[in-house]
Nanobody, 123 residues
Framework: QVQLVESGGRLVQAGESLRLSCAAS????????IGWFRQAPGKDREFVAACNWSGRSTYYADSVKGRFAISRDNAKNTGYLQMNSLNPEDTAVYFC????????????????WGQGTQVTVSS
């Protein structure tokens, strides 16, 4: 069973960059697709980005395309979300999720979730 722990969230100013990490336990992490989702207060959880087991195939929400980049290092059992040109609309709790075998943009299709990390972008 894979367990996920996010880190890296903090308060930043608009225009700054931030990298979130998703540390996974379990030897099968490299076989899972991973996704990043976010949830702002009073809003539904929304898809941000996802990649397949190798990281070579990626998919992004239109709202973050060109600003965010998802990646993973299977040797370190860690996934990443690089976020550039942050703006206040990116403020949310960010969640890492994993599913087998392929990635999806639907939160309901992910089996495993981390606890989330707060990202706050001030204007």
């Amino acid at each position: 069973q894979v367990q996920l722990v996010e880190s890296g969230g903090r308060l930043v100013q608009a225009g700054e960059s931030l990298r979130l990490s998703c540390a996974a336990s379990g030897r099968t992490f490299s076989t899972y697709a991973i996704g990043w989702f976010r949830q702002a207060p009073g809003k539904d959880r929304e898809f941000v980005a996802a990649c397949n087991w190798s990281g070579r195939s990626t998919y992004y929400a239109d709202s973050v395309k060109g600003r965010f980049a998802i990646s993973r290092d299977n040797a370190k059992n860690t996934g990443y979300l690089q976020m550039n040109s942050l703006n206040p609309e990116d403020t949310a709790v960010y969640f890492c999720a994993a599913r087998f075998p392929d990635f999806s943009s639907l939160a309901s299709e992910y089996e495993l979730w981390g606890q989330g990390t707060q990202v706050t972008v001030s204007s």
